[in-house]
Every structure is written in C-alpha cells, then in structure tokens.
C-alpha cells in the first residue's frame, strides 16, 4: 500500500493507494505546530481504523509520497518517515525529485509542489494542453503544453480566504456556509453573499480559463480543463468550461512521482 499525503495551507489530504486504486482517503486540517510525534500519532489513529493495515504504525505500507506547501510541516514529516517508516521507501517532492514534467518558469524552485503534481498527473490522464483549476485556499489556473510542460499559471484568492474576507470587513456582514442560493438575485444578505460568491467564482474560472486557452493553444477546444479541490463541486455545475472533474488528481499525481523515483532509491 502507497500512503499520499498532500498538505496544503488549510487541509491536509491523505489517500492510501492499492496498486493504481485508491481505497481510503482522509482529510485533516493543516497545522504548523503539531510535531513529528503528533503526527505519528494522528497517522497511527486514522490508518488503524482501516481493515488493510495492521495496528502498529507502518503496518501494511510498502511506500509514501509527500508534497507540501507548508515547509514546517514538510520538516516535521520528513521526521516522521525517518523514526516511524525507517524502513519504508519515502518521497518527498521538492528540487531535485523526477516529475517527468519540464517546468518553463521563470523561477522553476518557486512552483509550489503540489502545482506541479496536479500536471504530472494531468499529463498523464488527460493529456496535453490542459488547464488544472484547484480550488484550494487559492484557486490555481496551472497550464500544461500539448508536449506536457508546465508553462505557468494564474493565483486568485480562494473561496473561504473570500468569504473571511467579506465577514471580517463588512461592517453588517458576516461569516456565511459557502453553498448554493436558490436564485442568482438574493433575498436576503445571506443568500446576496452566497451568490457572490458561488457564481461570481465561476464567472471567474470562466474568464481566466478561456484566456489562458486562447494563449495555450492555436484552438481553445483542445484545451482539457481539470478541476479539483475540496471547493471544486461549488462551482462544476456553474462553470461552463469545466471538462473533468478529478477530485484525488494530486493523490495520483504524487502516486506516479513516487513510482518515477522509487526505483533510483
């Protein structure tokens, strides 16, 4: 079994691969201060719980692959795999580590690893040209070749990092759920803000997608566009380039990063 783990600036997701299946997947909130140690015991408590693995930590996992955006945590669970999986093959993404994907930036190193990631595997299911739309903390437009280099991409605020926003400076406004209104005109401020919110997000996607298509590819239909991300089902149904929606698109991504550099180990 390969356990992925994906930490982002606000959740962390886990999935635990059968072969090229993935069986179990777990989705826990981002913190800087939990330690190697506690995070032991918070894999230990999550992985226990599944019918495939043994009870001790490690038990039943021949591989692991990590990417993250927050570089205290990436140390604490280096840590981790140094004390708990000694024994157990471990990748890291970060310099220096085989995607299989040319990054054509100005600053390769300055990509966040999971970026990279979700064109690995973008490449790899879809094909190139492709636009990866991520709907994390922010929401990342990742543009990928017909040839399968990533070429560059667009940064937006998220959808919780906006609707804090509202709550926090509006004066009579306040913290809402992030869900679907029942009409685009709002009677009342809740239902105003969710709909701000939910299309102005797609009218968004909408409008950043179809330039970065027309720059990507002499014909804008060939672009594959991929969603993915915790908030991505807010905005499928309203968004009228969406083409697949991949919701472990960057579990996979690290399964094959993993399967690139675990025989050069």
């Avoid at 790899?124 to 991520?134: C, F, H, K, R």
Wanted: glycine share 12%.
């Amino acid at each position: 079994m390969l356990l992925t783990i994906d930490v982002g600036n606000t959740h962390t997701v886990l999935g635990l691969f059968d072969g090229e299946d993935i069986v179990e997947h777990w989705r826990i909130s981002t913190d800087a201060r939990r330690t190697a140690d506690e995070l032991a015991v918070l894999l230990q408590g999550l992985m226990g719980m599944h019918p495939l693995l043994g009870e001790e930590l490690g038990d039943g996992i021949d591989g692991i692959a990590i990417c993250a955006t927050v570089p205290s945590v990436l140390h604490e669970l280096r840590e981790v795999t140094r004390r708990y999986y000694g024994d157990v093959p471990a990748v890291l993404v970060e310099p220096g580590v085989k995607t299989g994907v040319p990054i054509l930036t100005d600053n390769p190193k300055e990509v966040g690893a999971d970026r990279i990631i979700n064109a690995v595997a973008a490449v790899e299911l879809y094909g190139g040209p492709a636009i990866v739309v991520d709907f994390g903390t922010a929401t990342t437009f990742d543009a990928v070749s017909a040839r399968g280099e990533y070429v560059g991409g667009v940064i937006a605020p998220g959808i919780e990092i906006s609707v804090e926003a509202l709550g926090v400076k509006g004066a009579q406004l306040r913290k809402i759920e992030v869900a679907r209104p029942r009409s685009v005109i709002g009677k009342n401020t809740v239902e105003a803000m969710q709909a701000g919110i939910v299309y102005g997000f797609a009218g968004q996607v909408d409008g950043v997608v179809s330039r970065m298509a027309r720059e990507l590819a002499d014909d804008p239909d060939d672009v594959t566009v991929i969603a993915t991300g915790g908030l991505a089902p807010m905005v499928l149904g309203e968004s009228s380039v969406i083409d697949e929606h991949q919701p472990w698109l960057t579990l996979i991504g690290l399964r094959l990063v993993y399967e690139r550099n675990v025989s050069r180990m």
